[in-house]
């Protein structure tokens, strides 16, 4: 069997594996999953029965592929209220935010296009470009974003088309991106002519500190594409996310979308709708990021008390994940190996372009609960001492 040479040179994203259910006995930091606790399914359901009783015969047919109208202007109003200012004019919602990322990796790559991507990166994203062939660069992340210093030297020496980041707790770091640093982001973009994938998933869920003004916020010259979804905030088996775009740009994606499968689901559209205009998001979000934080400082704190002094341990303010980052000698795919039946992570080559780092490791803790961290936490951390008293003793 022959297939399309993209495939054939496609590796495996694993997000399938990534996103499994834990088995029995087993605690998992692996998938960035919510909690279903969280979910509000009594609410949702009322949204989509009233869809289907008061608006049967519309809410069943083709809709457009930009989106429902007043869904757009409801996810704009929010957007608006974290520092978005999207309007229902320049969204278009997606299949998640994943089909987002798609459309934007179909219009942008050619086979060797020259894509920045952050090292470490959403795997997801990785999967959604690759398919398009393109040549990556990686630049570091540090704990204030990604090095402005190693992405100015990328993009005078090559020529390139998009710089994707995750600029608000950003996955798999937990790192936010300083305000500084997103200014210099968007002033390189104006002078050096690329676009930039603001990817924000994880905007709404701040644990603490201080919001940051989001690069769509910033940006005056229509150099970002504004990528979300409700996959974090209400339930990623709705599939709903957005991108908001510049006029130009949300035509041509409309466009492919089209192509894609002509719309989202009408029906789910507008049930979700349904669900805004009946209740309080907003409400609804810092019931989120109460559970959350909690669940992270669990993590953190079990994690550092335990772990070996040499082994770096995050400590975000928001978002699904927790980073550790063990001395650049250390395998974690090995680590994995020897403590999956227990407990589960994303060992860090899936998390970079190369696939080259091994000495890293995501953890996300939204999903387990408190008892769980506490076991799983504890677990990972005895084996990772064990695994570098191992790693020492060979090395004498």
Sequence with gaps: MQYAQRIDEQSSSNLEALLAAPKAGQVSFAGGLPDPDLFPEAEL???FAEAISQSGDTCLQYNSAAGYLPLREKVAQHLQRSGVPATADSLMLTQGA??????????????????VVEGPTYAGALAAFNAYQPHYLTVPVRPDGMDMGILKTQVQQHDVRLVYTVPDFQN???????LTKRQQLLALAEQYDFMIVEDAPYRDLRYKGVTMPSLYELDHKDR???VGSFS????PGLRLGWLSANPELLTRLIDLKNGADLESSNLMMRGIDNYLQANDLSAHIEQLRQSYARKCQTMVTTLQTNLPGNVQCSNPDGGFFVWLQLPRNMNTETILATCSDDVTFVPSTTLYASGADKSGMRLAFTNPSVTEIKRGAAILANTISRAMTGA?????
């Design 172 to 178: 798999p770091t937990g790192t936010v991106m300083s």
């Design 392 to 396: 020492v003793a060979q090395a004498n």
């Design 232 to 235: 974090k905030i209400l339930s």
């Design 224 to 226: 970002v594409i504004h």
């Design 45 to 47: 359901a009322t949204g």
């Design 98 to 115: 994943q089909q987002a990322l798609d459309l934007i990796g179909r219009l942008f790559i050619d086979p060797g296009t020259n894509v």
